[in-house]
């Protein structure tokens, strides 16, 4: 296995760890809304404060997830393109060596 295929298979292995981590992240937010529509179609004249609190709470609680995911987005995408990077300037060494060794060879 080239450095190449290493360096491929590290920045796939990164995209899959962002996948999940939106995945995660997009089903707390879809688990949290479905709480308050909940609430809010079982408020009646009393449960309406109920409703508002647990609304506000929603919209705290998705805010911060959306912080979080965006967060853990950045951190990934700049792994990959570090990884992207290295392996790209390792291809540019070795090619310039394989240069090397032709021009070695002519003389």
């Known amino acids: 296995m080239t450095?190449?295929?290493?360096?491929v298979k590290k920045e796939e292995e990164v995209l899959v760890a962002v996948a999940e981590s939106i995945g995660s992240t997009l089903g707390t937010i879809t688990a949290k809304a479905a709480e308050a529509k909940k609430a809010l179609l079982a408020a009646n004249a009393s449960g309406r404060r109920v409703a508002r609190?647990?609304?506000s709470r929603l919209s705290k609680s998705l805010k911060s997830a959306k912080k979080r995911a965006k967060k853990q987005v950045k951190k990934t995408a700049k792994g990959a393109r570090r990884v992207q990077r290295n392996s790209s300037s390792s291809v540019r060494r070795?090619?310039?060596?394989?240069?090397?060794m032709i021009r070695s060879r002519m003389r």
Do not use: N
Request: hydrophobic share 35%; proline share 0%.
């Open 94 to 100: 070795a090619a310039k060596r394989g240069r090397k």
């Open 3 to 7: 450095s190449f295929d290493k360096a």
């Open 53 to 55: 609190r647990t609304a």
